[in-house]
């Protein structure tokens, strides 16, 4: 026995050193290779999934990337990232580069270490291809169009420096996809390569006027990282003067004459304006606002859920067999699929239902249409499921009583049953709602900008995640901590009621 | 038909049985009610007292036989609630039941009224006159605003019979209506069943209290293994019983 105890203390630094050795591996590994990070979503041309063969990525950035990995004798592995989160992924050092089409500006170049540009982009106007009231961005403007674009990018800021409304996507395939379809947007300003492929061979979209304000894609790194930066600058710059990344852009038909400014084009060029700390007055308006749309989705879509939920019970419960099925068909479904899977089918997915179908009427929601529709739809399934638990608690003798006085099944309902279990649902109905309250979040998804989302963006401009984070959560709890307390407030008052 | 006016509430079952699963409940019970008439129902539990007197309100349905109650006729397997019958029945007979089952979301005047309000659809002033003449007559118009939970047990069920009486029916059945009380409370509860009898209300009562049965019944039917035993005057029954089951019953529930 002594000796097996000494022999587990020889071996356990061993056993240690293994197990260290299993966790930080994939760090190890990292060393030799570089990760470089983009979205791969709807990225065309950067970087997407190559139709013909979904396992692989395909794009000027991933022929750029292999050209890179060549020059600079290492391997590079794809991560795939959010492209609203790149910048978070290099202060966190997720990976060693993020390359999809960033753009050089301003306050990102004191923050993070770029590279030399390695292409030179423009902004190109899209709209409908019957669009006959504007031409160009100050037209939209005196003309009170709305202009879609995404969010972080240099395009969305050029439209607030112009002050023409604007509407916020996260994917660059969705506001086209709006523009067609006439919803929320009259055009679409995003950078020229991804009006080229997801505008131009669109029939029902045409460009509008010339493309205009030239920027910088560069490569980003983080600041701590200026020998692996340097090592790029060189790579690129070969690459520049070797013909091969000409040779790139003419397979993605992205040459243009532009690009013969690259070889003298510094990432100096982009001057700088100072951007200082956020007071909460500038920001707090904005807050405020999205709580309004996340009280207002909330509201509205429990309402929905609530009405829809009932009807859905009580067929669960009394319906004749086909119905009863239908109603356990609606809870299953609804209980069962992600609200988020909802929300992006509801809103992208429905309008190219009717068209395929060519059906009369058109399924096209609002984003805000969606958002009520989608919870609405989901929180029927849970609260039908609160109505069946509050109708089946209430005892068959109180059925019996009203029987023996003469009264009807649905008398009896109305009048006896549904009172007593409205009294036992409240409280678990008081609970789905700050639930809901809460999973409204996700909303932003389909362009529809509540309180969370706003925090992520002010953040993201102010680099104040902590401030704004405070004030957005001081926010949240503002609306549903009373909540809460009249949850069990009701809770405590309804249940002295019932105990008989 | 001239005998339906003399016959009224006459309440007849030829040969009823019914059963749950394999078990035999009601075993060709045959039995006639005279209007006015105070009808004991005793026996040990499970012998299918209850059972009898839900069957006879189309609360169960039943498998063979028949039960009359005035003109109407409950048809065996019928379904139970939806039957025309079952609710002109039910008209006829009020129902009190062990565990009163007020409901407790109403006061006690708006237990009384509801039924009046949306089955009789009487106006609310002269639902309320009758409700308030009622919880009067069961020594409760002082109780009238209180709801169920702030009643004692027996204010709760003496509030359930003039709930019952608000549909002004010919007969009450009673199904153990003093069992869940403390002594103290039966007589309350017993006091008023002995004033409606005084009042010609025709009552079937399944009761325990052989005292009582003793005191006010009219007849007495003993129940085991869903069948009549035995039936007579309560001396005969009580006193001098016949069979050795009931005897055996008897000595159990006197002690």
Redesign the interface.
């Known amino acids: 026995m002594e000796e097996f105890w000494s022999r587990c203390r020889r071996l356990l630094p061993a056993a240690g050193a293994l197990f260290l050795l299993a966790v930080f591996q994939p760090l190890a590994h990292a060393a030799d290779s570089l990760v470089w990070a983009a979205d791969a979503e709807g990225g065309a041309p950067y970087i997407f999934k190559d139709p013909d063969n979904p396992q692989r990525d395909i794009g000027f950035e991933v022929d750029l990337a292999n050209a890179l990995a060549n020059q600079l004798g290492r391997t590079i592995e794809f991560k795939q990232y959010e492209y609203i989160s790149l910048f978070l992924g290099l202060d966190r050092g997720d990976f060693d580069f993020a390359m999809n089409g960033l753009e050089v500006t301003s306050d990102r170049k004191g923050r993070y270490r770029f590279s030399r540009p390695y292409y030179i982009y423009k902004q190109q106007l899209v709209v409908r291809a019957d669009e006959e009231r504007f031409k160009t961005l100050e037209e939209c403007k005196a003309a009170d169009c709305v202009i879609g674009t995404l969010e972080e990018t240099a395009a969305e800021r050029l439209l607030d420096r112009l002050g023409v409304r604007k509407h916020r996507y996260q994917g660059q395939v969705e506001p086209y996809r709006d523009l067609q379809l006439a919803r929320n947007v009259d055009g679409v300003l995003l950078d020229l390569p991804i009006a080229l492929y997801h505008a131009k061979p669109n029939p029902k979209l045409k460009f509008a006027g010339e493309p205009r304000a030239k920027g910088y894609y560069a490569i980003a790194f983080s600041k701590h990282n200026e020998s692996l930066a340097a090592e790029f600058d060189s790579a690129l710059d070969r690459l520049l003067k070797n013909g091969e990344l000409r040779r790139i852009y003419e397979k993605w038909q992205l040459w243009n004459d532009d690009q013969d400014e690259l070889l003298l084009a510094q990432i100096t060029d982009i001057t700088s304006e100072s951007s200082g700390p956020w007071p909460l007055a500038r920001y707090f308006p904005l807050l405020a606002e999205a709580a309004w749309v996340t009280v207002a989705v909330t509201v509205l879509s429990f309402a929905l859920a609530v009405v829809i939920a009932l009807p859905i019970a009580l067929s669960r419960m009394y319906g004749p067999a086909p119905l009863r099925w239908l109603a356990l068909g609606h809870v299953e479904f609804f209980r069962g699929i992600p609200v988020l899977l909802l929300l992006v089918f509801l809103y992208f997915g429905l309008p190219s239902v009717s068209e395929h179908y060519a059906l009369p009427l058109s399924l096209k929601l609002s984003a805000f249409q969606a958002a009520i529709l989608g919870f609405g739809l989901n929180y029927s399934a849970y609260e039908a499921e609160i109505y069946r638990a509050g109708i089946g608690s209430i005892p068959r003798g109180q059925w019996e009583a009203a029987a023996s006085l003469g009264m009807s099944s649905a008398l009896t309902f109305r009048r006896i049953i549904l009172p007593q279990a409205l009294r036992t649902v409240l409280p678990p109905m008081t609970n789905d709602f700050v639930a809901l309250f809460k999973d409204t979040s996700v909303v932003s998804v389909i362009a529809v900008v509540e309180l969370t989302k706003e925090y992520s963006i002010l953040a993201k401009n102010s680099g104040d995640y902590l401030g704004i984070g405070l004030a957005t959560a001081a926010l949240y709890l503002i609306m549903s901590v009373p909540l809460g307390y009249l949850s069990r407030y009701l809770e405590r008052r309804w249940s002295k009621a019932i105990a008989a | 038909m001239s005998d339906q006016t003399t016959d009224g509430t006459r309440i007849e079952l030829s040969n009823v049985s019914k059963r749950f699963g394999d078990r035999q409940v009601l075993d060709g019970v045959s039995l006639s009610v005279s209007p006015g008439e105070t009808l004991a129902l005793v026996g040990p539990s499970g012998g299918g007292k209850s059972t009898l007197l839900r069957c006879l ?3 169960h349905e039943f498998d063979d036989g028949e039960i009359r109650v005035g003109r109407h006729v409950l048809q065996p397997r019928t379904k139970e ?1 939806n039957g025309a019958a079952a ?1 002109q029945v ?2 006829l007979l ?2 009190i ?1 062990q ?7 109403l006061t006690a005047l708006q237990n009384v009224i ?2 009046p309000l ?2 009789l659809k009487l106006g609310r002033a002269v639902a309320v006159d009758r409700g308030r003449r009622l919880l009067r007559s069961v020594g409760l118009s002082d109780r009238a605003d209180a ?3 702030q009643l004692s047990g027996g204010q709760k069920q003496r509030v359930a019979i003039a ?2 009486l608000a ?1 002004e029916p010919m007969g009450l059945l009673c199904d153990e209506i003093t069992s869940s009380l403390d002594p103290e409370l039966k007589n309350e509860v017993l006091g008023v069943l002995e004033k409606l009898k005084r009042e010609g209300m025709t009552l079937l009562i399944v009761t325990h209290e052989i005292g009582f049965a003793r005191r006010a019944a009219d007849r007495v039917v003993v129940l085991a293994d869903g069948k009549i035993i035995e039936e007579g005057p309560p001396q005969q029954v009580i006193d001098d019983p016949q069979t050795e089951r009931t005897r055996l019953f008897l000595s159990r529930v006197l002690g």
């Open positions: 309100n189309g609360l609630a609710r039910r008209r009020g129902m039941f565990d009163f089952q007020l409901f407790p979301h509801e039924a949306h089955v709801y169920p939970r709930r019952a549909m």
